[in-house]
């Protein structure tokens, strides 16, 4: 009688222990379930679909639990850097390209598509009411095979040319074209009615004299070979007093410009062009200062330029002690 309750009592502890090593292994789980509520948003289900999309099949259960935190982490790392691409770029609303920003400050592959210029339709899936996919048009490969290429984007350049010139256009493929355009047949009724007189001035071609042609080329000669001759001294001499000059002004400018840009390592050649440039200044009967945005650049690279000339044979403090006059002069006018 005494052993028989001896084993009832051992059973009924052990079925007690048990019960207690069954709650205990609940709790354990229910605990687990809500830490990984809690450590990230990201299901593992999702993971499991995103590893089966890009062909990993046999992804357990718990490497997407483990991958799921670090994927969330990820996620808001990305997206906390494309929002400070917007905010720099002073806009409240989130682009892809703030997302492909991104991705390329924190070193990540970009990602390889075609932009499209209408947002994405998305439809619900039959029969499911929470999957939805992308609608997609079927496209004939016939009829993109048949279909014509675009045209060749031009390469990026920069072409300068003359609008006007002293008030007058140039006939030039750049600008508008010389025809005159009428006016409507209404207004042109008004303004007879009314007896006003129209004056339509056509734009000219800026033509040189045969003599202004000669004198700038011998001055370009005597700059570019000469520029320590008496001749030269002279030629310096007529750009600061003759009074005919103001047609030839446009094409020093762009001379000395085109050649201060190619001839920076020439200070002998530098030196000249400054006077020629203060020659010009000194001019009473040419008027300079519709010209100095172009001059200006070229006579400031002579000042402040990092290098002119050889920097052990030539002296460029000179030129540029003298480009500093030339400065103050200009700045005086």
């Known amino acids: ?52 999309s890009i062909g990993i099949n046999n992804l357990s259960s718990d490497a997407a639990l483990a991958l799921a935190p670090d994927v969330e982490y990820r996620i808001r790392e990305i997206m906390q850097e494309a929002i400070k691409c917007m905010r720099h770029s002073r806009r409240t609303t989130l682009t892809a390209d703030d997302v492909d920003a991104a991705l390329n400050l924190r070193n990540v592959e970009p990602i390889y598509s075609f932009a499209s210029g209408s947002p994405l339709r998305f439809k619900r899936a039959i029969g499911y009411r929470d999957l939805f996919y992308i609608d997609d048009k079927d496209v004939d490969f016939k009829d993109v095979i048949e279909a014509p290429l675009p045209k060749a984007p031009l390469d990026t350049a920069v072409v300068c040319h003359w609008l006007a010139i002293e008030g007058v256009q140039p006939a030039i493929p750049e600008n508008a074209p010389l025809e005159v355009v009428e006016p409507p047949s209404g207004g042109k009724d008004h303004e007879q009615k009314e007896g006003l007189p129209v004056d339509i001035k056509l734009p000219v071609k800026h033509v040189l004299s045969r003599e202004l042609q000669l004198y700038f080329d011998k001055i370009i000669e005597l700059t570019l070979s000469k520029p320590d001759s008496v001749l030269f001294k002279q030629a310096l001499v007529s750009l600061a007093t003759d009074s005919g000059l103001h047609p030839l002004v446009p094409y020093f400018t762009c001379f000395v410009a085109d050649e201060v840009s190619r001839g920076l390592n020439d200070c002998r050649l530098l030196f000249a062009l400054m006077r020629v440039v203060w020659s010009l200044l000194q001019n009473p009967h040419i008027h300079i200062e519709p010209y100095l945005h172009q001059l200006m650049p070229s006579v400031v690279t002579c000042l402040v330029a990092k290098r002119l000339g050889n920097k052990f044979a030539d002296n460029h403090w000179e030129l540029r002690d003298f480009t500093a006059k030339l400065v103050s002069s200009i700045c005086r006018r």
């Open 1 to 52: 009688m005494v052993m028989l309750s001896c084993v009832v009592v051992v059973v009924c502890r052990y079925a007690e222990q048990s019960r207690e090593s069954l709650r205990n292994s609940i709790r354990k789980k229910k605990k687990k379930e809500e830490k990984e509520r809690t450590m990230s948003i990201v299901p593992k289900e999702t993971i499991e679909v995103i590893a089966q």
